[in-house]
């Protein structure tokens, strides 16, 4: 049984940066490299923008990436995947974790005390 299209219930009140899947989470991020700190900085179009303070070179920016993802969801690296953007600023990750959409997005959500 695929996932229903519109009004599905799994992603109403989402954030556009999210997708439910059968098989875990998505989420379309807009990665700044290089920043002062490392933090979640807000909405950018229909992605979330993450700042990190490692530079792009190496793949130092994605492996800083991964690892506060991890910290911010309380899972283990393993279960992030990076599926697109290993060389670009639009990067889409795969959550493979037991972890709902909203949960992602509550605890992905931008606070003061980053």
């Known amino acids: 049984m695929g996932v229903a299209k519109g009004n599905d219930f799994r992603t109403v009140g989402l954030p556009a940066w999210i997708e439910a899947r059968s098989d875990g989470v998505v989420v379309a991020l807009h990665?700044?490299?290089?920043?002062?700190r490392t933090?979640?900085?807000?909405?950018?179009?229909?992605?979330?923008?993450?700042?990190?303070?490692?530079?792009?070179?190496?793949?130092?920016?994605?492996?800083?990436l991964m690892e506060y993802l991890a910290e911010r969801l309380a899972i283990p690296k393993s279960c992030l995947r990076l599926l697109s953007g290993a060389s670009s600023r639009d990067k889409r990750v795969a959550i493979d974790a037991a972890l709902s959409a909203s949960t992602v997005a509550a605890a992905l959500a931008p606070t003061s005390r980053q």
């Open 31 to 36: 990665v700044q490299p290089g920043a002062r």
């Open 39 to 64: 933090a979640i900085v807000g909405p950018h179009g229909d992605r979330l923008k993450v700042a990190v303070s490692s530079p792009p070179a190496d793949g130092r920016a994605n492996t800083a």
